[in-house]
Each structure stands twice: as C-alpha cells, then as structure tokens.
DNA sequence: ACATCGAATGTGAGCGGTCACATTACCTGG
DNA sequence: CCAGGTAATGTGACCGCTCACATTCGATGT
C-alpha cells in the first residue's frame, strides 16, 4: 500500500518469457524485433501496467531530455509569453521544457545549481534583464539562450526584439504625427533593453534634425506606477511635451491614467505609444497605440537555438544573436499634433 | 572535452582516503562523521569540483524531491500568480516546483504521463478550470491538488477562492448602490467556477427580494471581447441594466470598452464590477471596481497541502477543501444609481 | 590487560534502465 | 547438406548514488 512496487522492465520480461533487453528494445521501438515476440512483450507490459521509469532511463543514457526556462517570475506576461512559445517548441523536438523563477540573485544561482549541476537539465533558456552577471553561475560550456534579453559577451547565443530599430519605429511614428517635444519613459538603465530603445529614440530624433533635450526623458521600473510618476514629472516641465514614448506598455498605461486624472483630453493634449502589445492594449482609454513584439516567436527560436546547441555536444555551432522586428500596432493614444498647439514648436 | 566526465562520489573518496560511502554522508550532512575527515571531503569535493549528481540520487533513493504544476497556459495572470505562491512555498519545505501548460486533454494525458508514471514528479497542482475530466489520467492514489477549481468528487484537496461568497458580495455591492437591475456576464458554464458565482449572484438577488431575469445573464468566455460582446448584448434589451457584474476582471474591461464606445457616461450610466483585481485594474477608465483574490495564497496553500500529502504517504489525512475570502476593492467603475434615472425600479 | 560498547568507517548490493557484445536462429547459395 | 551471413535475442556490466549491514577504532570499566 504505502510501496507502490514498482513494474520493472524484468517484470514484464518474465512474463513476456523473453529477456529484459528485448523489452527495452520494445519500448523504444527498434526494428529488430519479430512481430510476434513484440505482441507479446506489448500484452504484458498492458498486463502489468508497466510505465518506463523516466529516472532510470535518465540515469543510464546520462541524458534527461529536459531543458529549462528560468525567469525573474512567472507572472509578467512579457516572461509567460516567451515561455509559452519555448514550450511548444521543445515538445516539438521532443524536449520537455521545464519552467522555474528565481527573483534575485541568490535565488538565481540556486536554481541553477538545481538545475544544471545536478543534471537535471541539459540547456537552459536565460529569460533576465540582467543576463550576464547570472550568467557567471554557470559551467563554461553550459548550453544557454538569452531571450529578451541580449548578451554583453558574444560566447551566448540570444533571441530579442530588436529594440533599437522598435524605438526607433516608436518615435518616428510620433515625428510624423507633427510632435517635435517628444518625452521619453525608460525602463532602469542597468539593462541593456532600456539602453538600446533609449539609443533608437536619440536615432530617430537625430535623423529628424533634433536634438535630445535630457529633460524629457524620465526613468521608469516598467510597471505603470513608474509611469504615472513620469507623467507627472514630464508636466511639471515649463514646455511639457506633446508626446510620450514609454519603453513599454506597462508605464505608456501608466501615463494614460495620470493624463486623464490631470484632466487632459487624450489624445488631443498628448499622444502615447508604449512597446509590448499587451493583450489588454486595446481596453485602456485611449486604447494604446504601441509597438507588438512577438514573444511567442522569441521563445519558439531561443527553443530551437537551444536545442541545436545541445545536440551540437561540442562542436559549437557559432553564437547567434537574432533580433525580431517589433510591428507598429496604431490605436487611438496617438495623434496628429494640433496645427494650433500653444507650445508645438521651437522646443528645441 | 565533448564528455564531460563527471567527478563522482568515488573520486571525491579515493582522494580524501576514504570510502565513498564517507563522502556520502558529508553530502547529506549525517554526524557520524569525525570534523578532521570530514574537513578532508571537503577539501577533495572542493578541489575537484564535485557536484552531485541529481539524478542519481532520485534513483538512489526512489524520490525526486519534485512537485509539479500544471496549467492551460502560463500566460494567464491567474494561473501565474498561483504558481508564484506555489513554488515559493514549495522551495520553503525544500521541494523543487517546475510547471508546465497543457491547453487541450490530450495534451494534459501526455503531460501528465510525462511527469507522474514516469516518476519525475512525487505530487501535481492542477489548477485547471475542468479539473476533473483531467483528474482521470492520474494513477489512483497519487497525490494531487486542485487549486483555483473545486472537483467535483470529494476524493481530492483543493483551494480555491469562495466563489459564492465572492459573486455575492459583488452583487450585494450593486444592490447597496441601488442597483435593482443588474446584469452578469458568466465565464463558460460548463466550469464549476462559473456556476458557482452565478449561485452567489442569485443568491444576493433572492436575499434583496429580486427574481433573476435570465435576458440580463450573458454568457463569456473569461476574455476582454466577450465582456465587449455581452455588453452589447444586455443594452440591445428593452430595459437595460444600470449595473454589470462581470465574473471576472476582463470580461468587466470589454464591458468598461464597449460602453464607451456606445457613448455612455460611466459610471454614472453603467456601474461595473469585475473580479480578481489584475495588476492594471486602475488604470482602465474608468478605475475598476472588483473583488480582490489572493492568488500567491492560493497557491502557497495548494503547495502546502500537497507537500503533507506526499509526505503523508499512505496514511492519508483527510482531504481538504479550502476556500478564500475574496477582498472588496472599491475603485470608480461603481456609483450610486442617479435618483432621477429613466427605467431604474421597476424593473421586477 | 581485556572484554564491552558506541562511534566512525568500509563493503557490496541494488535502484531500473541502456549499452556493448555474445549467442542463437534462420535463411541462402554452392 | 553445410558454410556463411544476417536477423533476433540474451548476457552481464554499468550509470552514480544510497541503503543495510559488517567491520574497525577508541575510550571505558573492572
């Protein structure tokens, strides 16, 4: 009762009247085995109910068919998202993607040690802001993926949005709305992402002719707090701007909200465009104007990245670093700056 | 270089001078060991890098150390929220939590197989709206807990929000207002969830000496669009109602949406009350009223049920049934019914 | 000085599969 | 009718650890 006995491959071999080994043979389908003699190894192993013990199989290939996804957590959709795509991926090519959060730095290298030194795992998907300081709690030649995130050292592969060209994108589709004092809401400068949608924001104001005025720009954490603070600060200015690109879509609804209680009429007085899509985009008021980043996609590639670096087994196929393009989604938190704006122009 | 030739126990032993069953125990920390050999250990573990091997030891010792949970997706706010609590408090009792998604049946009979008769996995979470079709995969007495879902057969544990309790203090929230005819939008009906809040919907209207007009409930399907659709649906009617409650957040946000593309004034022509209380719950327009569900807690508490089951094991405690108070968030998509409003009494 | 006993350590057998190789069965050609 | 080759099956070791038990060690009491 309280031992399960466990059905074992020489179980079914006896009855089967055959050896264990013809079993094993059965079980993973190889050819070299009659007809007949599979039928009946195939009865008994109904008869008994037997199930092949997964740790055993582990423990004798030294291979667990299992690669991991370790975000800072779960409940972010940017996270869940990419997840989602490995996972699917992964059982395609007859992974088992297991998925696991580690929120700090301490909880990070223990998960890793879980994980990868103990064998439980044979890749793992990085999904972290701050990718290559964890990176460090890994054995040299650990298969690894970033995604959504890109990597300072070229030694890891990586999977991202190409975030310079979707800023870029962002602020561009506000330039030629008319606005010419565009605000910007950043995610915390320490991560690479927040830098390279900062730099394709000063690109795209560059390639218009203007200058980057440090006052409009405002750091955020990502979360919409952050943005209703920045809204605040942004207003507080002497020539606030006619337009804010939050790095994501988080604080762009974050905005929103602080525009609307401020008593501003959206989007005449102020046009908004975030970065994400989230599924709930299209609710807010104005529904967001942004920039749809397939994550799913991200996931599925960093998946296939993955895999093909475990299976390589040494002769390392070269690093990639693959960069999605980002889809300009037009809602209604933009537009076209009024011809008779008070403070439209000479902001700069 | 392409075999990593793992450092094992009996390496660590031959260089300590030891037997490896030494080494064994200074791993698992046993006393009987003198300090100065045990000391040697660890210098030979330290000096060879040795890690162990996981693996091993689950077939070793016939235990995995490992829960698992699983879910329709991991994208959903709720289900993540859950496994956040769930894998903190099983990481507390020393337990490794991995999740995994199954969005159809047949997906779950694999995932299932993969993770219980293969022995990964020593107990399941299934937080799954039809738990317990899904239930039938499992193996007779293995552990496992519901969350987010009660099962329908006794034989099970499950934590879960008071659903009856909750949908009706929603209700009674409008009926306080002045509400007297008041629509809902159910999730699909074949869930028990579902069936659960609209018995404390009609409850709260029996408690009030109202009859429940079935033209004011629509059906949904959880998702923003279909609260979008039932919201169109309940204002085609003759008499339309003056407040919504909507068996969840998004389903309220399609409504929120839909009512002002209509052009109503909110809340002042519509009150609408979600539940759940999302992370962006204010910063829709206007802010949404709800009722608050502690998601980590379920979670925590599933995990905490589950870890004294398995340890159980055999002996079984009986099993229990949890459910969680859900929390009145009064935010502004809720105001009193106008005095002077058009078609407010009556209504019976 | 020696029997006694508990603490420290060692020994070998599994756990349930797979692997490499040995063996047997069966068919074919000369 | 038998050598020769291939298909089908069997054998035993082994993966890295823990377990149950055996053995050795050292201090103690008389």
Redesign the interface.
């Known amino acids: 009762?309280?031992k399960p006995e466990?059905v074992t491959i020489r179980d079914v071999a006896r009855r089967a009247q055959v050896s264990h080994q013809t079993v094993s043979r059965v079980i993973n389908g190889s050819q070299r085995v009659r007809p007949e003699t599979r039928a009946r190894v195939e009865d008994a192993i109904e008869a008994l109910g037997y199930?092949?013990?997964?740790?055993?199989r582990?423990?004798a290939r030294g291979r667990?068919g299992t690669l991991a996804c370790v975000a800072p957590?779960?409940?972010d959709?940017t996270f869940?998202?990419i997840?989602?795509g490995a996972?699917e991926e992964a059982r395609r090519h007859d992974y088992?993607?297991?998925?696991?959060?580690a929120g700090n730095e301490e909880t990070f290298g223990a998960l890793m040690?879980?994980l990868v030194?103990?064998?439980?795992t044979e890749g793992v998907i990085v999904l972290n802001p701050y990718a290559d300081e964890r990176h460090a709690h890994l054995p040299p030649s650990f298969p690894v993926v970033f995604a959504g995130a890109r990597p300072r050292e070229e030694a890891v592969s990586s999977v991202a949005l190409a975030d310079v060209e979707a800023a870029r994108q962002a602020t561009t589709h506000l330039l030629s709305l008319g606005h010419r004092r565009i605000g910007m809401i950043t995610g915390p400068m320490a991560e690479d992402c927040s830098q390279d949608r900062s730099q394709g924001y000063e690109q795209a104001l560059a390639a218009a002719g203007l200058e980057v005025d440090p006052a409009l720009i405002a750091p955020g954490t990502w979360l919409?707090p952050s943005g209703y603070e920045a809204f605040r600060k942004l207003f507080g200015l002497a020539i606030p701007p006619t337009a804010i690109f939050a790095q994501n879509d988080?604080m762009a609804?974050?905005v929103?909200?602080a525009a609307?209680d401020a008593g501003l009429a959206l989007p005449d007085d102020l046009s908004v465009i975030g970065v994400d899509d989230i599924?709930?985009a299209?609710?807010?008021?104005p529904?967001l104007t942004t920039l749809r980043q397939e994550f799913a996609e991200i996931g599925r590639q960093a998946a296939r990245l993955l895999v093909k670096q475990v299976e390589a087994?040494?002769?390392s196929s070269r690093h990639q670093h693959r960069r999605l393009p980002a889809e300009l989604v037009i809602r209604r938190s933009t537009a076209p700056l009024p011809a008779l704006a008070p403070a439209g122009d000479g902001a700069v």
């Open positions: 009762m309280s466990r199930q092949p013990y997964a740790i055993a582990f423990m667990t957590n779960l409940t959709y869940a998202s997840i989602n996972e088992f993607l297991l998925s696991a959060s040690n879980e030194a103990s064998g439980r919409a988080q609804v974050g929103l909200r609307r599924p709930l299209a609710y807010f008021s529904p087994d040494g002769e």
